[in-house]
C-alpha cells in the first residue's frame, strides 16, 4: 500500500480538527505538518484534547513553504485565504479546501452572495451528487483540487436529489428549515455561540434567502435535474454540539404516490456506502450519524397537502465536512472510496 | 378583589405543574383541591418539588367530589378524560380543560385524527386568535367551559395568522418545521423521551399531515379569514426541556413586500400584551419567552422565492398551555386579561 | 408604599439582566438609568430579549453623573471599577455591588487572591449567614453599601454552616465538589464558554485551591463558629445554562447521627424564607431552583467514612446573585425581605 | 490472523450496543448471534439505528441455545442473570459480564450491597489496576470469565490508584463526587431519566455511602496497596449523553509534593496505551474521551488545606464498559491489548 503524506492547514479549527481526528484511521495516510495561524508554535493537545496521537505535535504558520512537500493538503481556513495558498502549491499536490471560496461554478453567484472577487471554481467534492445519468464521483478521479461542499448544502442535496431527478417534485417550491448544531458554526469566539446562550435554547440564523448556501443548492439541484430551483432556507441553531437534521419538502408531480418516491430513492441510494434510505416507520436523528460519515434519509407524503417531506441527518463535520472530504480524496486518489471513512455513529 | 378558588386535576403533570406555579402568582386565586391518579395519595413536593409554597399539599384522587366547589377547575388530563368530567361539575364552574378533547368544531375532524367519538366543542381558549373583524377573547367573556389550544397550534397560528387575514400570503401552501423541547411530550416515561436518547440529539415525529394538530391549525386559520387552508407540519425534538420556535413559511400575494408585511404585522399585534413582532435585525429565541406568557415573531421575505418567513417563538408550557389557559380564565371571569401573567423570560 | 428608584449599571450583563427580571416584579421599585460599557447607546431589548417591558429602553454609559439620583444603584462591574465609583455616588444612595471587590475583611486575602489593592470591606449581603447567635441580616438595615456574595460561596455556605455553627462537624476538613452552570461564567466571548465546546461535556476549573471564593468560604464558616477551616474547592462546568449543585462533606464530630444534623438544619433553616431542607429521601436539583430565590438542601450521613454530605442547589443568578441583592435591598431600605422574591422555580 | 466469534446478549441495550460499536471495528472479531429479551425478533437498526452494518440484523431470544457456539460472550444484562447463562456456556467459551454479577470478592459485600446471594468471582477487567508490583492485566491470559468493573469505579481506580499504591495519600479519607452522563443509568425508561427532567439539571443519586460501587473501589484500592480504605462516593447526573468527570480528593501524607506525585502517575501510566496524565496546565474534559478508550487525569494539590485533588474523565459505555472489556478480552484471548481500540474521542 502506498502511503500518503498529508498536511493539515487550520489544524486547531473544527474542519481541521475533524480531518485530523478522521485521517488517524486512514490506513494509507502520514500525518505531516499541521499549522494554524495564530496558534502557531503551540502544541495540538492544547486544542485538540481529543487528538491524543497528535497531543505533543507543534502546530507550524500556516505558509506553502510548511504545507509544500506533501501529497495532499486539507485547508480549513477562513474564507478568501484558499486561492492564494493554493497557487503556490502546485498542482501535483491534491488541494482540499473545507471552505467556500471554491464551491460555485458562477462567478456572479460568488459576488452576490459572498462578496469580492471569485477565486475560481475546484471540482465539486459530493461524490453521491446526481449528474445528470452520473454522479459527481465520476468527475473527481485524478483532480488536483477539491472544493468541500458546506454542510448545510450537503444535508439537503442528499435528502431531495432523488425527488428531483427522478421529476417526482416541483423544484420551484422548495422549502428547507435545519435544526443545526453549534459546531458549523465555527470555534471562533462570539456572543451568540456562548453556552449560556444557547443551553436551552432555539433561535434561526440568516432568515430570507441571502444565505450563502442558497446558491450552492441550487447549483446542485440543476445538476441533479431540475430546470430551474427556487428554495427557501432557514437554519436554526439548537443545543447539540454537532449535527444537523434538514426538513426538505416540495410539492409533488401530478399522480407520484409513496411507492414511486420509495423506489426512486432506493434507486439513487441502494449502492451507496455512505446514504441510507431508512425502513418505513423509523424516522433519521442526528445521534445515529454521530462521528460517522453517513446520511439518514426517510421520506413522506403528505397527501392533504400535496408535499413530500424528506427529513435527512448527518454528522456537519462529518459527512458535512471532514468525512465528505476525505471520500473525495480517496477518489482523486484512485482508493477505494469508503477507505477509512466509518458508517457506524456513536450513541447515545 | 374577590377570591377565585380554583382545583387542579393532573396536578403532578407538566401542564398540572405549570397552572400551579402560574396561578401562585395570580393575586385573587386561592388554590383549592389538586388532584392525581396513580399519585393520589403524596405530597405534591414529591413531583414539582419547583412549587416550594405547595410542597406539603396532598394530592387527592381526580373524581368530580374531589373538584366540586370551586370557581374554576383546570384539567390536566389524559385525552378522553375531559367530558365525563366536566358533564359532572355543572355549568356553574368554569372548566379549562388545557387537553385536546373539546378544541375541534368538527366531529368529523375528530374522528380522523383522534378517533373515537367527539366530546363535544368547547369556547376556544386562544385569545389572540382573529375572527373576522375581531378576536376571540371577544367571544370569552362569560364561557364555563375552554379548550386550552395545543402548543403547537398556538405558536403557528400567533406566526402566520397576521398575514392569512390580511391577504398577504396564499394559505393553501402553507409549509411548518418546528423545533420542540421535550415537555411537550409530557411526563410519562417512554424511550424516545429518555434524557440519553435525546441530549445531542435532533429527530422528527409524527411526519407526514396525520399530525393531531394540524386540523387545529387550518380551523383557526379559516377563522382568521383563510378560505381554503393546507399546511404541512413537522415537528422536531431537539435537546431543551421548553420551547418552541416555530417556522412558518408561505408563498406571497402578488405585490406584496415587507413594509406590507410589517404593518399588518404591528396592526394585529401592537395592542396585543402577549404577541411581541419583534424590531428588524433581531431574531426570535426560545430563551426569552421561559417562563413567560408571551410570542416574539419576526418576518422576512424571501424575494428569490417569493415566499414569507416567519418565525415565532414561545413556551410550550406557558404561552402554548398553562399561561393562556389563566388568561383565557381571566376573560371569562372578567377580569384584566393579563392578571397574574408576566411578559418576563427567564434568560439566559 | 414609597417608590424607590433604582438604576443598575452593566444592565447589558447576567448580573445586571438577572437583577432587572427580578425587580420588574418588585412592587416598590421604578427601574431608572441603565448604563453598559460597550453597548452605551443601544437598546436593552438588543442584549436582554426576555425583558420585554425594558425592551426600548437605551444604555447610558456608565458615570457617576448617570446612576446620581436614585435610591438605589446596583453594579454589575468587571472586578475592579466598583470602589470608584461608589465613592462618587455619596451615602446617601445604597450601593450594591454584584461584584467581588468588597467581600472580604482582610485586605491581605485579597492582595493575596485576587491582586492589587482592596477597595474596603461593605456589609456583606448573605441575610442567612450564621452570625454568633444572630443572623447577618441583622447587621443590614440601614446600611449603604451591599457587598452582594460570590455564587458557589453561597451555595456552599448555605450548605454546611449549620453543621458547623452546632459544632457537628470539623470544619477542618471540608471537601466541595461543585456542578455549575456557564452563566456563572459571565457573558464575555472566550473560547471554552462556547456552546460546541460545553454541549456534551464536563470539565473542572480552578482547581487546587487558589480559587478567588476559598477565603469568602472560610470567612463565612469562621462567623458561623468554626475555630479554622480549611476547605478544598473544586467547581466544575456541566451543560447547563444556570444552577449551582454544591456536593460538600466534612468530617463528623464523635457521636453524630442523622438525626441531630436533621435537627441542627431544622433549627437554622426552618423560619427561613429561602433555604429549604428537603424531607428524607428527596435530593435537590437545580431544575426546582431555576428562576427562584431559593436554596434546596438535603444531609446524609455517610457511616462508613464518617463524613456528613451536604447537596446545596441554588440558582446561581438569583440566591447566588441578584435575588440574594434584592433580600439584602429589602432588609436595608427596611422593607419586609422577601418583597419582590419568589420561592417558585420554573420546571421542568 | 485468526477469526473470533462473538455473540454479544442484551444487544439492544446500552452496555451491548457499546461493544457492537467498539466491536465492528476489531479487525478479528466476527459477529455472531445478537439476543435479547423483550425485543427478540426484531431489527437491530430499531434499537440502535447508529450502527448501520448490523441494522438489518435479528435480534434472537437469550438462552445459553442462541449463544452457544462462539469463541466469546458477552452479557450486558439485568443483574443477577449472567450466573445461570454462563453456567450453560461451559469454560470453553470467554464469558464477559458486563454486569455487576461477579465484580466482588467478599460474598458479604455482594450480600450488603446489593442482596441476595453472591454468584461468585470472575477475573477483573481492570487491566491497569495496580496489583502489589504488577497489573491486573498479568492475570487476564487465558481466563475464560471476565467481570467487566463499574463505569464510576473504573473513574476513581484509574483516578486515585498511583497516589494510593505509592504511600502518597491516606486511603482512609477519600472524598469522591462525580458527573455522569445518562446512559450509565441504563436504557430502562424512568421518570427521573427522562430528557424534561434532566436537562438544564443537575441532581445527586445514591448519597451516603450504600451506593454499590463502593466496595468495589475499596477491594481495588486495597489491592494497588492501601491497608484500609474509606471513601466518600457521591454520583450527580448532569446534562450529556455520556461521561463521568470524577474529582477524587485525598489527605496527603507527609512532605508530599507535586513533583512526587507527578513522578508516581508518570510512573504508573507512562506506559500504559489508554491512561493518560496531562501536561500541567491542562484539565480534563468528557468531551475528549467520547468514544475513545481513554482516561484523561489530572492532578494538583492544594496546599492549603494539605489535599490531592485529581480529576480523571472517562466515557462511562467505552472505557467505562464496553471498552475495557474488549480490552480484557484482547488480553484474555492473548491478542495485543489494543487491538480495535482507539484512543481518538471525537469532539468537539
Known amino acids: 500500500m502506498t502511503t500518503i ?17 478522521l485521517l488517524l484511521s486512514h490506513p494509507q495516510v502520514r ?51 484558499s486561492g492564494a495558498i493554493a497557487a503556490e502549491l502546485g498542482d501535483d499536490v491534491l488541494v482540499i479546501d473545507c471552505g ?23 471540482p465539486y467534492g459530493l461524490p453521491e451528487l446526481i449528474v445528470g445519468a452520473g454522479h459527481q464521483r465520476d468527475a473527481l478521479g485524478g483532480v488536483d483540487r477539491i472544493a468541500v461542499p458546506g454542510c448545510n448544502v450537503t444535508a439537503i442535496t442528499l435528502g ?68 430551474e430551483v427556487t428554495i427557501s432556507f432557514t437554519p436554526t441553531l439548537v443545543p447539540m454540539a454537532r449535527g444537523i437534521l434538514a426538513t426538505t419538502t416540495a410539492r409533488l408531480a401530478a399522480g407520484v404516490d409513496l411507492e414511486a418516491v ?12 455512505f446514504v441510507h434510505l431508512l425502513p418505513e416507520g423509523q424516522w433519521p436523528t442526528t445521534a445515529a450519524t454521530l462521528g460517522a460519515n453517513t446520511a439518514q434519509i426517510q421520506v413522506a407524503i403528505d397527501r392533504r397537502v400535496g408535499r413530500l417531506v424528506v427529513v435527512s441527518a448527518i454528522d456537519n463535520l462529518v459527512k458535512g465536512t471532514a468525512g465528505g472530504a476525505i471520500q473525495s480524496m480517496n477518489l482523486a486518489l484512485g482508493l477505494p472510496e469508503t477507505t477509512g471513512l466509518s458508517t457506524i455513529g456513536t450513541a447515545p
Chains 1, 2, 3, 4 share one sequence.
Open 5 to 21: 503524506t498529508v498536511a493539515v492547514a487550520g489544524a486547531s479549527g473544527y474542519a481541521g480538527g475533524e480531518v485530523l481526528r
Open 31 to 81: 500525518i505531516g505538518a499541521l499549522t494554524a495561524a495564530s496558534s502557531a508554535g503551540t502544541a495540538l493537545g492544547a486544542h485538540q484534547p481529543h487528538l491524543v496521537p497528535l497531543a505533543d505535535r507543534v502546530l507550524q504558520p500556516t505558509t506553502a513553504e510548511t504545507l509544500a512537500g506533501h501529497d495532499v493538503v486539507f485547508l480549513g481556513l477562513p474564507h478568501g485565504q
Open 100 to 122: 467556500a471560496d471554491h464551491r460555485l461554478r458562477s462567478a456572479d453567484d460568488w459576488t452576490e452572495f459572498y462578496g469580492g472577487e471569485h477565486a475560481g471554481t475546484w
Open 160 to 227: 431531495i436529489q432523488p425527488a428531483v431527478a427522478a421529476g417526482l417534485v416541483e423544484a420551484t417550491d422548495l422549502v428547507a428549515v435545519l435544526a443545526n448544531g453549534y459546531s458549523g458554526a465555527g470555534k471562533a469566539p462570539k456572543p451568540h455561540l456562548m453556552a449560556s446562550e444557547g443551553l436551552g435554547a432555539a433561535s434561526p440564523y440568516g432568515v430570507g434567502g441571502t444565505h450563502r448556501h442558497v446558491p450552492e443548492i441550487m447549483q446542485n439541484l440543476r445538476l441533479a435535474g431540475a430546470d
Open 262 to 273: 420509495r423506489a426512486a430513492y432506493r434507486a439513487a441510494y441502494d449502492d451507496e456506502p
